[in-house]
């Protein structure tokens, strides 16, 4: 398993995808301080209702964590899918016979840096942004930087998951285009189906999406449907549904 594991990251560090996700990913930063620089300036120039609406406003790490999340989820995707393309996974699978185990290395070898990838994203936003803020009561920004580590490990373990969802996508579809494009549904197309839905059903099914469960997992969700437990279950289960039925597939089928 060590030698799957080390061979995982080799393939992993060896493309250039790879850094071009983490440089998507890097330059949110850049944003996020341009955003906070255009807020301070409304704030010092605005009127009182103004200032109100920026007080209210959602933190930059929640508004730049589905980017980071789909950059995530393209890594987890092509580590597989690009494989496929080449006809590699034929040289992989001689190599690691014991699919479930070649599977999970590269499930762990996709895990690790999207986790820390995602978490450094997190906390490096909101210093940045704290930063430019200074003392002005924006988004919360005023209040004690501890107060925000739950909430900043909650989007960074989310960014993990969505990584390790797209992994068993691509693995069960073989197709880089198809593995993005169904994250997309997951991320930007399902959040808008709730608000066509009577309640309490728009509420109830608002609560399970994927996008959702971070800020429930941190216990900062406004009425939130889930405990934080619970919102990291159903977390789970997203991971199992998509790597088990990647790992199903893949026993199944021909390389």
Not at 142 to 164: C, I, Q, R, Y
Not at 209 to 222: C, R, S
Request: hydrophobic share 55%; proline share 7%; aromatic share 6%.
């Amino acid at each position: 398993m060590s030698g799957a594991l080390a061979a995982e990251w080799i393939k992993l560090r060896s493309v250039r995808s790879t850094y071009y996700v983490f440089a998507v990913v890097a330059s949110t930063l850049l944003l996020a301080a341009l955003m906070a620089w255009n807020g301070t300036n409304a704030w010092d120039s605005g009127t009182p209702e103004q200032r109100a609406a920026w007080q209210r406003a959602q933190p930059l790490e929640t508004m730049f964590l589905p980017l980071v999340q789909l950059c995530a989820a393209v890594l987890g995707a092509m580590a597989i899918t690009s494989e496929y393309t080449t006809g590699m996974i034929r040289t992989s699978l001689t190599a690691v016979p014991s699919r479930p185990a070649a599977l999970a290395a590269k499930a762990a070898a996709v895990a690790a840096p999207s986790l820390a990838t995602g978490l450094a994203a997190m906390f490096a936003t909101h210093g940045i942004v704290r930063l430019v803020i200074g003392d002005r009561p924006l988004a919360d920004y005023d209040t004690p930087f501890l107060d925000s580590v739950p909430l900043l490990l909650s989007l960074g373990v989310s960014v993990g998951a969505v990584a390790l969802v797209g992994l068993g996508v691509g693995t069960a579809l073989r197709s880089t285009a198809g593995a993005i494009v169904t994250v997309c549904v997951l991320l930007f197309v399902l959040p808008v189906l709730p608000a066509f839905l009577p309640s309490p059903w728009d509420e109830r099914l608002a609560g399970v999406l994927l996008p959702n469960l971070a800020m429930q997992l941190a216990g900062a969700a406004d009425d939130p449907l889930l405990p934080p437990m619970g919102a990291f279950a159903v977390m789970a289960a997203y991971v199992m549904v998509a790597l088990g039925s990647g790992a199903v597939l893949l026993l199944r089928r021909d390389a």
